[in-house]
């Protein structure tokens, strides 16, 4: 198992559009492995295969308060979605900066797990945020990128500030 390196924003690699797994292989396995490390040593939630540079639609998620309901998506689907939600919202990739994104308050998703079966789930609260914030990794999309042009612009500011004072 080993610890990857997360995309940090704005790095361009981040808008990388991921495409289906072909096959869950024992590579793909492998790579979920470690995603689950890196999300867990993080710690976080939820990290989409687009923040480790790898550009295939495979995500890992714990949104339990014992850190032991681990829920791998591959090749997630949106297959219903149900109301409106803002959540407050946070990304490995964009560390500190916090905020609000409108977004479905429940969503039924259909993807398959790390063994290649297919499998449908019912998702409302944290778990439907997440799991919508983690498909826009997939689609090249981060959190940010929902606020207006004026807030992004003071968010890549302290980032960068923040970069400053830490190098
Ligand atoms: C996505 O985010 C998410 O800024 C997962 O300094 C978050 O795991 C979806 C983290 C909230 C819905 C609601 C962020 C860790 C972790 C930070 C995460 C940080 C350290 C974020
Ligand atoms: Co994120």
Redesign the pocket.
Known sequence: MAILKILQYPDERLHTVAIPVAQVTDQIRSLIKDMTET?YA??????AATQVDVHERIIVIDTSETRDELLVLINPEIIASNGLSD??????S?????GKVRRAESVTVKALNAQGESFVLDADG?LA??IQ??MDHLAGKV?VEYWSKLKQSRTLARLKKKQRSTM
């Open positions: 999300m993080a710690p976080g939630i939820g990290l959540y407050e919202e946070g990304c490995l964009v560390p500190g900066i916090y944290l945020v997440c914030h983690e959190f």
